[in-house]
């Protein structure tokens, strides 16, 4: 199979670009020469990321559960477009931090909505313009937590699974076409996912504060945004169809191999050994 063509200087799209591994994205895409169409809900942060930008730009203030707003979105991008479109990252993707017993459905509901639904959203929206052309990617962000269930992460386990899923049903319906489905599974980035999830309790009963929760997590993250996305352009590039991000996404894919209903107690040991390593 040939590979596919580099996406390096062509027009793309990326929602969650105000902030993470979306700016990021948007940054590193830009820099190479790529015309960026960015939207975001957050316009501040939105604005912020095209005014560091080198090259042609088009944002849109965009709320990615709004199923409509997505069409008008590309059909702005469509009449704005200088070429073919190379990719469209659903990327836009938010956190909440609950047991199942305390878990509250407003909460799930408001991920759900972002984090599985607006990735449906975003390639129902974008996918008849590829067809179309017979040629570009659809590169949904699930996670890590897409390839394992993790305590205190229902909602977004779930979420995150549900895009795998979705995005490898329709890379199969895709075979024989010039269009690709890409599933991206990150491992911890440096991002402010953590600090904007919603969070009632210490879901571990340890009284735990949410601003202590996020640093914790962002001490154990281990790659940055901007590694992030050279990882995701690479993979993309190179016509991967699943891109793991980080050294942890390799380990959490070994396990769920390895040991699909035991990796929880290995990662246990794992993360209380780096525990110790922070406090020595």
């Known amino acids: 199979m040939s590979r596919p063509r580099s996406i390096t200087g062509r027009p793309v799209v990326i929602t969650g670009a105000a902030s993470g591994i979306g700016r990021a994205l948007a940054t590193r895409l830009s820099r190479l020469g790529a015309?960026?169409?960015l939207a975001d809900v957050d316009e501040d942060g939105l604005k912020a990321t095209a005014a560091a930008l080198p090259g042609q730009v088009l944002t849109r203030v965009l709320d990615v559960r709004d199923a409509e707003d997505q069409l008008h979105f590309a059909a702005e991008v469509k009449d704005w477009l200088p070429a073919p479109l190379a990719a469209v990252f659903n990327n836009a993707g938010v956190a909440v931090t609950s047991t199942v017993l305390d878990a509250v459905p407003e909460d799930d509901d408001w991920l759900h909505d972002i984090n599985f639904r607006g990735v449906v959203h975003g390639t129902r929206a974008f996918l008849p313009l590829l067809v179309e052309?017979?040629?570009?990617?659809?590169v949904n962000t699930s996670s890590v937590f897409g390839l394992l269930g993790m305590p205190y992460q229902s909602a977004y386990c779930a979420a995150k699974l549900a895009v795998r899923g979705f995005t490898e049903s329709l890379r199969h319906e895709l075979r024989g076409t010039g269009v690709r489905a890409v599933t991206?599974?990150?491992?911890g980035i440096t991002t402010n996912i953590a600090r904007n999830a919603r969070v009632r309790r210490d879901p571990e009963g340890r009284?735990?504060?949410h601003?202590?929760?996020a640093a914790q997590f962002e001490a154990m993250t281990m790659t940055s945004p901007d590694k992030a996305a050279a990882i995701i352009h690479a993979g993309v590039d190179r016509g991967k169809a699943r891109i793991l991000v980080g050294p942890d996404a390799y380990l959490f894919d070994a396990l769920a191999r390895i040991t699909p209903t035991h990796y929880n107690a290995v990662l246990t040991r794992v993360m209380r050994r780096a525990r110790r390593t922070e406090t020595v």
């Open 207 to 209: 009284g735990r504060t």
């Open 133 to 138: 052309q017979d040629e570009g990617a659809i």
């Open 35 to 37: 015309p960026v169409a």
């Open 184 to 187: 991206v599974h990150p491992g």
């Open 211 to 213: 601003e202590q929760m």
